[in-house]
């Protein structure tokens, strides 16, 4: 195909010409174009057509402090003007990464002990496969490689974060996962529970399950187990009662270490700083990205614990120079962004505003919406929600996925003035909003959610699809 001129072209037919975009139905947007958005503030964003609408998802889980923060460009604009750039390979800095890292690590729990910086959640998973790998290498156990993720969980894109993740949509026509990457049952009591089971019975038995596949593949195999602590674009699911106590227990037993992926949890989402915290976990490594700058610039980041952080440091005389890093890594300019957004998020107290608005927006999406008949889940923690569509809810059944109900209700979503998510390969949307959104704000998210959900209920009613048990 040749490239048409841009002055024949509009914005949304040049975007179709030029544009490889990601997760995203490519015949279907060749064919229709690109939503462009022009704009934001707040909650709400604003397309090029000039509609507005509230974003309930934060872009893609990230922008904590909402959109149109001035500090966090002016801050931006000051580190350009000084220093738009410098590496960090062989001990170079600047002072924008060292205050960040200090201060990331007086948030994280107490036996972290160094963050590592990357550019996206995906590449953060990456090092952390890096990590482990060296780090098991340099305490002699060169077996010990093999990495548990969870079915359903999402780790990220590259090679070693989408082996990792447990999403089939992700390996199938990539060739992945890599052998080394294994998958347990993921913690979803509403739908692999026993019936009569409680969650702390299920959770001793998701334990068990773990264990069972540590004993198979053979313990001197097993490096780490990476969970995030409320699964996202797999579900959102929180833990069950006890779960993460049961597994760290089985962790601790055959010494593999626990990667808390903090990607979307971190940075206030639950109500603290971080989940780890929300749920008791205690990290050997956490990820971390997303909230850390808000979106507004590309950083991640890598936390190690003390422990690890003493066999690296001791194997240098062995390896020489920890031969790891990105061109980008602790971008002053990003460091500066994420700073900012930190004095945003602490000034405000934007976790505590998480907690007390998660609790009016949990019960709001409850009171709301569970008597639906469609609607047979909604789960989440804090600002973070989740509703799975059933077609009987009396028996749990799902509906069938050919109907394509989750994503034809995000259309109506959309079409309403909302921005959720349709779940991949599941009847269900996700809600992630601004750490800074209000009531009257939830109450327009609900709103705005039940009329697409109705009109998604009379679209199935009408074509015979679906019925009301």
Same mark, same amino acid.
Request: with cysteine.
């Given at each position: 195909?040749?490239?048409?001129?841009?002055?024949? =072209?509009?914005?949304?037919?040049?975007?179709?010409?030029?544009?490889?975009?990601?997760?995203?139905?490519?015949?279907?947007?060749?064919?229709?174009?690109?939503?462009?958005?022009?704009?934001?503030?707040?909650?709400?964003?604003?397309?090029?057509?000039?509609?507005?609408?509230?974003?309930?998802?934060?872009?893609?889980?990230?922008?904590?402090?909402?959109?149109?923060?001035?500090?966090?460009?002016?801050?931006?604009?000051?580190?350009?003007?000084?220093?738009?750039?410098?590496?960090?390979?062989?001990?170079?800095?600047?002072?924008?990464?060292?205050?960040?890292?200090?201060?990331?690590?007086?948030?994280?729990?107490?036996?972290?002990?160094?963050?590592?910086?990357?550019?996206?959640?995906?590449?953060?998973?990456?090092?952390?496969?890096?990590?482990?790998?060296?780090?098991?290498?340099?305490?002699?156990?060169?077996?010990?490689?093999?990495? /548990?993720?969870?079915?359903?969980?999402?780790?990220?894109?590259?090679?070693?974060?989408?082996?990792?993740?447990? /999403?089939?949509?992700?390996?199938?026509?990539?060739? @992945?996962?890599?052998?080394?990457?294994?998958?347990?049952?993921?913690?979803?009591?509403?739908?692999?529970?026993?019936?009569?089971?409680?969650?702390?019975?299920?959770?001793?038995?998701?334990? %068990?399950?773990?264990?069972?596949?540590?004993?198979?593949?053979?313990?001197?195999? @097993?490096?780490?187990?990476? %969970?995030?602590?409320?699964?996202?674009?797999? +579900?959102?699911?929180?833990?069950?009662?006890?779960?993460?106590?049961? @597994?760290?227990?089985?962790?601790?037993?055959?010494?593999?270490?626990?990667?808390?992926?903090?990607?979307?949890?971190?940075?206030?989402?639950?109500?603290?700083?971080?989940?780890?915290?929300?749920?008791?976990?205690?990290?050997?490594?956490?990820?971390?990205?997303?909230? =850390?700058?808000?979106?507004?610039?590309?950083?991640?980041?890598?936390? /190690?614990?003390?422990? @690890?952080?003493?066999?690296?440091?001791?194997?240098?005389?062995?390896?020489?120079?920890? %031969?790891? +890093?990105?061109?980008?890594?602790?971008?002053?300019?990003?460091?500066?962004?994420?700073?900012?957004?930190?004095? /945003?998020?602490?000034?405000?107290?934007?976790?505590?505003?998480?907690?007390?608005?998660?609790?009016?927006?949990?019960?709001?999406?409850?009171?709301?919406?569970?008597?639906?008949?469609?609607?047979?889940?909604?789960?989440?923690?804090?600002?973070?929600?989740?509703?799975?569509?059933?077609?009987?809810?009396?028996?749990?059944?799902?509906?069938?996925?050919?109907?394509?109900?989750?994503?034809?209700?995000?259309?109506?979503?959309?079409?309403?003035?909302?921005?959720?998510?349709?779940?991949?390969?599941?009847?269900?949307?996700?809600?992630?909003?601004?750490?800074?959104?209000?009531?009257?704000?939830?109450?327009?998210?609900?709103?705005?959610?039940?009329?697409?959900?109705?009109?998604?209920?009379?679209?199935?009613?009408?074509?015979?699809?679906?019925?009301?048990?």
């Amino acid at each position: 195909m040749s490239v048409q001129p841009a002055h024949n =072209l509009s914005l949304e037919e040049m975007d179709k010409q030029s544009f490889l975009h990601p997760y995203t139905a490519l015949q279907d947007h060749a064919e229709n174009g690109p939503t462009i958005v022009a704009s934001a503030q707040g909650v709400n964003i604003t397309d090029t057509k000039g509609k507005e609408y509230i974003d309930s998802m934060a872009g893609l889980w990230c922008v904590n402090i909402g959109w149109g923060r001035d500090e966090v460009v002016e801050a931006i604009t000051e580190q350009a003007s000084k220093l738009a750039y410098y590496h960090s390979f062989a001990s170079m800095a600047n002072e924008a990464s060292i205050r960040l890292a200090d201060r990331i690590l007086r948030l994280a729990p107490d036996n972290m002990s160094k963050v590592f910086f990357g550019n996206s959640g995906s590449d953060a998973n990456d090092t952390n496969v890096k990590l482990v790998w060296y780090y098991n290498n340099l305490r002699g156990k060169p077996d010990k490689k093999k990495i /548990i993720g969870r079915e359903r969980g999402y780790h990220g894109v590259t090679v070693a974060a989408a082996s990792m993740t447990g /999403i089939p949509m992700v390996h199938k026509a990539f060739d @992945i996962p890599l052998p080394q990457m294994l998958h347990t049952v993921m913690p979803h009591y509403y739908t692999n529970a026993e019936p009569g089971m409680s969650e702390l019975e299920f959770s001793k038995w998701c334990a %068990a399950k773990l264990e069972e596949m540590i004993i198979a593949e053979g313990p001197d195999t @097993i490096a780490a187990f990476i %969970a995030e602590p409320v699964m996202g674009a797999g +579900g959102v699911v929180p833990p069950p009662e006890g779960y993460f106590q049961e @597994i760290q227990a089985v962790l601790s037993k055959y010494d593999v270490l626990m990667i808390a992926d903090e990607v979307i949890t971190g940075f206030g989402r639950t109500g603290n700083w971080f989940a780890s915290e929300t749920y008791g976990i205690k990290p050997d490594i956490m990820t971390i990205a997303k909230g =850390l700058t808000s979106g507004y610039i590309p950083m991640s980041g890598s936390i /190690i614990s003390e422990d @690890i952080w003493q066999v690296l440091v001791n194997g240098t005389p062995e390896v020489g120079a920890f %031969a790891h +890093g990105y061109t980008y890594s602790a971008h002053p300019v990003a460091a500066a962004a994420a700073m900012a957004n930190l004095d /945003i998020m602490e000034r405000e107290d934007l976790p505590a505003n998480a907690a007390r608005m998660g609790t009016y927006f949990q019960n709001k999406l409850k009171q709301e919406l569970a008597g639906h008949p469609l609607v047979g889940d909604v789960r989440g923690v804090a600002l973070l929600a989740g509703v799975e569509l059933v077609a009987d809810k009396a028996n749990k059944t799902p509906l069938d996925m050919n109907l394509k109900a989750a994503p034809t209700l995000g259309k109506y979503c959309v079409e309403e003035g909302l921005i959720s998510r349709a779940l991949m390969q599941m009847n269900a949307l996700s809600f992630s909003p601004p750490l800074v959104i209000n009531e009257g704000e939830v109450d327009e998210v609900v709103a705005r959610f039940q009329r697409a959900l109705n009109r998604l209920t009379d679209d199935l009613v009408k074509s015979g699809s679906w019925k009301e048990k």
